[in-house]
């Protein structure tokens, strides 16, 4: 503001003292961009030398994990193949509920039922995951386990995926609830004036209405999913599994699983030394799984960018 | 072929059954994640406060004198939504209040010690307060955020140098003098501000000479007491009673206010009824895992003497240090993003990239953070391995993303008008900020920074990536030293085959974390109902 009239004495020192505190607020805010360069040189680097050790068609097409037993192979594709099981159990949870809460709070339920059930929704994201984790394995994996013909390992993938899926329903319920709500009003009574039931209303117009919302919800759940640690590790246990067959595939969510966030952990808390290709390794899968969330966190903001419906 | 018969048949076909089913299906599935997790918190609370030995006729005890007298306040509160409010502020206010307490006595009298509290009160923390009733008193001055800047880099300096002369005056003037001065008296200063200028009640300065006479006064009855010291005593009167009693005021002066008093009477009666009458008619009650003993133990490999002890004194001690930089990092940083940064030009292009820098962080898994604690701070920087620093720092930077976005939305809400107001009568940049912005975004900073800390004290996988102990027989002793913390320490012993483990110990830490949980989040939604009431 240089047209103001200044009253309150010395100009000079004014704009100096004026200049620093600008200084000091733009060093706190550079400090984000510090972190996300200290991210990527801490894990490219550790990388660039582990892809020396191992090729990267080894480790991108592997099929075998197993950093611990010599000769050692670090194929990522098992790893890659537990989170995808733990994150599709997780989204056959989340997405259809979470839509179908999103559909509710958006347009049905009454302002004073939906002012009591978003800050509840929200509670579901805010315990903490090894809380979850516990939960899966001490209480979820036992109910589970008494189903007849169902046979559950002590860890299996079952159980995390769906205390994982309970997790990210605010996730996806929130974005599209923002988006159905975008939707305006005069466009639900032009379709109530064509003698539309709420159910078509709501199906037919709202929900297509607020697709980019929907989907960006959906992606951005997936990539929290992927990137979920601890009730993986509690629950899930260790054993990275690729199969061979479809039966094998469908056995894999009874089974023990192990997925990038599980064993990051392992390489990190196992006694492995700092120097050797395991511990490296860990890295490795690191960047896998940031640039895999990071793909997906540019794309879910891709979609609401572009194909938001733009009302007026 | 479709004639306008058929499309009428289409319109006759309509069934009120589809979208009955229809809407009962999305209210069902709304309701499906909060009854699950429901569940799996009645089967928790179930084993932690080992529920199953207690028999029937306790059962029909506790429904009669707590369970239906409480249920009955709430179904009143539902209609009489003050009365409602008025007991949901003073049961936060005191769980707030001695969640604080005890958050002091771990920071101050368990870590820390009294004597380097004060060196370092005496350096960083009066001074600041000094200049804070200062710049109250004057706000044209515009060098005060510069001072306080120079105290918050050169205290803390000034503090380690001279910290063996400081030290002497604690055993000079003996500990709970240092409370009294450090914590008493900034509390009653406080009183008297809330009082005067926030609440306007008037007698703000007999409030304040209330809480130091009580301080006194009450010694003599303290210190017949066995559990609790004159040093406790005072650290609680600080977070506990003065808060607490501003708040019972408040609301004692509002008449239609006073029936909120009832709910925690019923609920405190309804408590000391139960054990009066259990205790007359011999029934046998649960056996608690979650009790006394469990929160002021060490860790054990026997279940019945295990404990939460040096998990939680290092979780608060990494949380408050959590706090301290998030609350700069983040605030500094919006008030960039929001106030300083250009409009146009290179200073724009940059001020966007790290917007975009900024919500892509929030998305970067946490175990990624782990990793970059790892490598950063452990290694490189060579702060330790599972050090409370490191710790602390890479919580920072998870959360932090967090904070700024919440910061910039508070700074946001704040009106143009009134920053034009402040401009147009010739305050600069920093004035306006510091004059006008700031006091009105504070509760919304505070509440996205309280909400973002309940995500960081419960995060396990950064922790365990940089290091921290599973396990950790006796708590933290300095920023360097080796830690534990709450989730930690669950994750360790969730590994345990044995039931008294997996049903009992664990289950009392996840309730123990999931109360702190809940009281942090309670005290910001309440932050955040006074701001929304208010800017309407």
């Known amino acids: 503001m240089s047209n103001t009239i200044d009253l309150s004495g010395d100009r000079g020192s004014q704009d100096l003292r004026e200049g620093i505190y600008g200084v000091v607020f733009f060093v706190c805010a550079a400090i984000s961009v510090l972190t996300t360069i200290g991210i990527i040189l801490a894990l490219v680097l550790p990388t ?26 670090f194929g990522v594709l098992p790893l890659v193949f537990g989170t995808l099981l733990i994150t599709v159990g997780a989204a056959a949870v989340a997405l259809p509920v979470g839509l179908l809460t999103a559909t509710y709070l958006s347009e049905y339920a009454s302002h004073r039922r939906r002012a009591v059930l978003k800050p509840l929704l929200e509670i579901l994201a805010g315990v903490p995951t090894v809380v979850y984790g516990y939960f899966a394995l001490v209480y979820v994996t036992p109910l589970l386990d008494a189903i007849p013909g169902l046979e559950l390992g ?51 117009v709202v929900i297509p209405s607020a697709v980019s919302g929907i989907a960006s919800s959906y992606i951005l759940a997936l990539s929290r999913a992927i990137g979920e640690t601890m009730i993986v590790v509690v629950a899930a246990g260790q054993s990275a ?13 009874f089974q023990s699983t192990q997925t990038m966030t599980s064993a990051i952990v392992q390489l990190g808390t196992s006694d492995l030394a700092g120097g050797t290709t395991a511990y490296r390794a860990l890295f490795a899968i690191g960047l896998t799984l940031f640039v895999m969330t990071f793909v997906l966190n540019v794309v879910s903001d891709v979609i609401t960018m572009r194909y938001q419906e733009d009302y007026e | 072929m479709a004639t306008p018969t058929s499309s009428e048949t289409t319109f006759e076909s309509v069934s009120r059954t589809k979208g009955a089913v229809f809407e009962y299906l999305t209210l069902g599935a709304s ?66 209040g001695l969640l604080a307490g005890f958050g002091v ?132 009167l600080s977070t506990l009673v003065t808060p607490l009693g501003i708040v019972a005021w408040k609301n ?24 009066i009458v259990t205790d007359a008619l011999g029934l046998s009650g649960p056996t608690p895992w979650f009790d006394w003993q469990y929160l002021t133990s060490n860790p054990s490999r026997f279940a019945d003497q295990a404990g939460l002890y040096s998990a939680i004194i290092g979780s608060v001690f990494i949380i408050v240090l959590v706090a301290l930089i998030t609350l700069a990092l983040g605030v500094g940083a919006a008030i960039f993003l929001e106030e300083y940064a250009p409009d146009s030009g290179p200073g724009a292009a940059i001020a966007r990239l790290i917007r975009i820098n900024i919500s892509n962080l929030a998305g970067v898994p946490s175990v990624v953070y782990g990793i970059l604690g790892l490598a950063v701070f452990a290694n490189l920087v060579g702060l330790g391995f599972g050090t409370v620093i490191t710790a602390a720092l890479t919580l920072s930077l998870l959360i932090l993303p967090i904070v700024i976005i919440s ?86 012993w969730s590994s345990y085959p044995s039931a008294e483990f997996q049903h009992g110990v664990v289950a009392a830490g996840v309730v123990t974390l999931l109360v702190v949980l809940l009281t942090m989040n309670s005290i910001a939604i309440l932050l955040r109902n006074k701001f929304e009431t208010e800017e309407l």
């Open chain 1, 48 to 73: 660039l030398t582990f892809l020396g050790e191992v090729p990267i068609r080894e480790f991108l097409l592997g099929t075998q994990f197993s950093p611990a037993i010599q000769p050692t192979v």
């Open chain 1, 154 to 204: 002590t860890f299996n993938a079952l159980s995390a995926s769906l205390v994982m899926g309970i997790m990210i329903i605010p996730m996806v319920s929130s974005i599209s609830e923002d988006s159905m709500s975008a939707v305006p009003e005069s466009i639900r009574n032009a379709a109530y004036g064509l003698g539309a039931t709420k159910y078509r209303v709501s199906t037919s």
């Open chain 1, 241 to 253: 599994r690729f199969p061979d067959s479809i039966s094998g595939l469908l056995n894999s969510f």
């Open chain 2, 31 to 96: 309701l499906f994640g909060l009854v699950a997790l429901g569940v799996l918190l009645l089967y928790v609370f179930w084993d932690a406060f080992g529920l199953a030995t207690a028999e029937i006729a306790w059962y029909g005890a506790l429904v009669i004198c707590v369970v239906a007298p409480t249920l009955g306040f709430v179904a009143y509160a539902r209609r009489n939504t003050v009365a409602g409010e008025v007991a949901l502020e003073l049961v936060s206010t005191a769980m707030g």
């Open chain 2, 105 to 236: 006595i771990a920071v101050i009298e368990v870590i820390a010690g009294p004597a380097v509290w004060f060196a370092y009160f005496l350096t960083v923390v009066a001074p600041l307060v000094g200049l804070f009733l200062y710049n109250r008193a004057r706000p044209e001055v515009t060098w005060v955020g510069l001072a306080m800047l120079g105290v918050l880099i050169a205290g803390p300096i000034i503090g380690t140098l001279t910290l063996d002369t400081l030290t002497q005056i604690e055993s000079l003037i003996g500990g709970p003098f240092v409370y009294l001065l450090s914590l008493v008296l900034p509390a009653a200063v406080i009183a008297r501000y809330v009082i005067d200028d926030y609440l306007e009640l008037g007698n703000g300065n007999f409030a304040a000479g209330l809480v130091v006479a009580v301080a006194f006064f009450a010694v003599p009855l303290i210190d017949t007491l066995p559990l609790v010291s004159r040093s406790v005593w005072l650290i609680f």
């Open chain 2, 252 to 275: 004692l002066a509002a008449p239609e206010n006073r029936v909120g008093f009832a709910g925690p009477g019923i609920f405190i009666g309804g408590v000391g009824l139960l054990l």
């Open chain 2, 407 to 492: 910061a910039r939305e508070a700074i946001r809400a704040v009106p143009d008008s009134i920053r034009n107001a402040s401009y147009g009568m010739g305050a600069t940049k920093w004035q306006t900020t510091r004059n006008i912005v700031l006091p009105r975004a504070i509760p919304g900073i505070l509440t996205g920074t309280i909400l973002a800390l309940g995500r960081a004290i419960g995060e396990t996988a950064p922790l365990i990536m940089i290091g921290v102990a599973t396990t950790k027989f006796s708590p933290p002793s300095g920023l360097f030293s080796k830690t534990t913390a709450m989730p930690m320490q669950i994750f360790a």
